[in-house]
């Protein structure tokens, strides 16, 4: 890559960054810049090309670590000169001749000085003018520091936000591509609004960033902004995509959102490596994290210890969104204490049910989840109250479980168009009612509809079932709903039944609940009949009535 960086004597600089190093650093070894030149000494590693490099970039030869520009060689040809003429280390000096003051040596020893950074003059702040290792073999804690002081102290005429928040006029913390050790988070404090961070990766450093800590945190005190605003929120479109954050095993967490309205996390995000939770928004309001995965490690890496206690993303605030997620490697794939959030399009096969993973964890209300996949891990709702869970798909062990909580009842819960598939594993249940902790009471508009599973592999239960018997010269017929309704100690609201009896036979017949869940018909006098009962657990509000 390297190669004609400089041509013979000219020296014409063509896209000197750090960038152009990675070759040298993954090979160790020198790498030749020319072929032509008799200056070239053979024996320059890796670290005296980034000096030159960084040489080049501190005398502002190159003017993006991305795009290659041509600088005259007019202009450079006395810097180089002079660099070539003294003993080519990892700690030399760049001096030019026409400067008033020499280079710093720490440039060139790749350390983050962000008080030589180029300014910044526009709206887009990149890391690597600040000092910034795009390789990630030095600490770029400073220079993220420094550019995001830089990014938050601009100059801008944009009005205010809501309740004081600091307009920032859509400014960028760009990382340019470069992947970047930091062994301290990222930090955006409460009160400031449209920024954004985008385009590279992140890996915190484990000998040095502290294990409380997320790699980037927004925000203020969820309970001191509560003191500043009816909303409960203190900063608003904060935009986050194109990252890789890897935590290490080491961080907390990759993200943490306080007390934020409008925050838009997506596209392209990757969370990786976190060692509690790798997403976390907590409070505020209408965050949205879409087109992401996440893993606490790789999926080849297969069972390992490091997914124990993992929570891929935590939602503890209303009126969220989550849509089009993937989570490869967790204990938990999403957790939400708070209502009205949305979930759309989340596929979780981060651990499963057998190994004590859940997909979806939802103790909160008005939780609408669409197009999930709940895949060999369950969604475990909570005291459902009017949540909704539509067109979704229940892979080998996923299913749904009802948990009994402090409330012990079930107010408004839609199961409809949903499709469970139990392929290699053994028989398993579509629903499951949990009363381990505390037992479920009551039960209103509870409602399936257009649910299906193979017989063969599922048991299937409902809130309201239908049983058929004949029988031979009886009077007494007894159904057991036990096995077919979801509630134990729910009682039957509702009942209906039918008679046919054979031939000319007519005898008066009636019908009684004999135990919590069962049914007994009787005739006054013998018959060949065929009864035919459909019960109910539970109230319904008109229109949801199942029979």
């Not at 030159?52 to 202009?75: D, G, H, N």
């Amino acid at each position: 890559v390297m190669a004609d960086c400089m041509t013979a004597r000219a020296w014409v600089v063509v896209s000197v960054s750090v960038l152009c190093v990675l070759p040298a650093v993954a090979l160790g070894g020198a790498v030749r810049l020319s072929t032509t030149d008799e200056s070239w000494n053979p024996a320059w590693t890796h670290a005296d090309l980034k000096a030159l490099a960084l040489c080049a970039a501190s005398k502002k030869l190159s003017q993006s670590p991305i795009q290659s520009r041509t600088v005259a060689a007019a202009e450079s040809s006395s810097t180089f000169a002079t660099f070539l003429a003294q003993p080519h280390t990892a700690t030399s000096q760049c001096s030019d001749p026409s400067a008033s003051e020499p280079s710093h040596p720490a440039l060139l020893q790749g350390t983050s000085v962000g008080t030589t950074a180029r300014a910044s003059t526009g709206p887009v702040f990149n890391v690597f003018d600040y000092g910034a290792d795009p390789t990630g073999v030095d600490d770029s804690t400073a220079a993220f520091e420094a550019a995001m002081k830089a990014l938050l102290s601009r100059n801008t005429s944009s009005p205010p936000m809501a309740n004081g928040i600091v307009n920032h006029g859509g400014a960028t913390l760009d990382l340019q591509g470069g992947l970047y050790r930091l062994s301290k988070p990222i930090v955006v404090p409460g009160l400031q609004g449209n920024l954004r961070i985008t385009s590279g990766a992140v890996r915190v450093d484990p000998a040095y960033f502290p294990r409380d800590r997320y790699i980037i945190e927004i925000g203020m005190d969820n309970d001191a902004c509560k003191l500043l605003n009816k909303q409960k929120s203190c900063n608003e479109n904060i935009a986050l995509d194109n990252l890789f954050l890897d935590g290490s095993h080491v961080a907390k967490g990759c993200l943490l959102i306080n007390a934020t309205m409008g925050a838009n996390i997506g596209p392209d995000m990757f969370f990786m490596g976190f060692n509690k939770t790798g997403y976390m928004a907590f409070g505020g309001h209408e965050t949205m994290l879409h087109q992401s995965w996440f893993g606490t490690a790789y999926y080849a890496e297969g069972e390992n210890a490091f997914k124990r206690g993992t929570t891929a993303i935590q939602i503890n605030g209303n009126d969220h969104v989550v849509s089009d997620v993937i989570v490869f490697s967790a204990q938990v794939g999403l957790n939400m204490t708070g209502g009205a959030n949305v979930v759309r399009g989340l596929h979780t096969w981060n651990d499963g049910t057998t190994h004590g993973g859940k997909c979806v964890y939802a103790d909160a209300g008005s939780i609408r989840l669409d197009m999930i996949y709940m895949d060999y891990c369950a969604l475990i709702i909570v005291d459902p109250d009017h949540v909704s869970v539509t067109n979704s798909f229940f892979l080998g062990m996923g299913n749904i479980v009802l948990r009994a909580g402090p409330k012990g009842n079930v107010d408004g819960l839609f199961l409809m168009a949903n499709t469970y598939n139990n392929w290699n594993m053994p028989f398993n249940d579509t629903i499951v009612v949990d009363e381990r902790a505390a037992t479920f009471n009551s039960v209103h508009d509870f409602v399936m509809l257009g649910n299906t599973a193979p017989q063969a592999k599922f048991a299937t239960k409902s809130v309201s079932a239908s049983l058929s018997k004949h029988q031979e010269l009886a009077t007494r017929w007894q159904f057991d709903f036990g096995d077919v309704l979801l509630f134990p100690n729910v009682p039957l609201s509702a009942a209906t039944y039918s008679i046919t009896m054979a031939g000319h036979s007519f005898a008066r017949h009636t019908m009684r609940n004999s135990t919590i869940n069962s049914i007994v018909v009787e005739t006054d006098t013998a018959v060949n009949a065929t009864v035919r009962v459909s019960v109910a657990q539970g109230t319904f509000s008109p229109g949801n009535e199942p029979f």
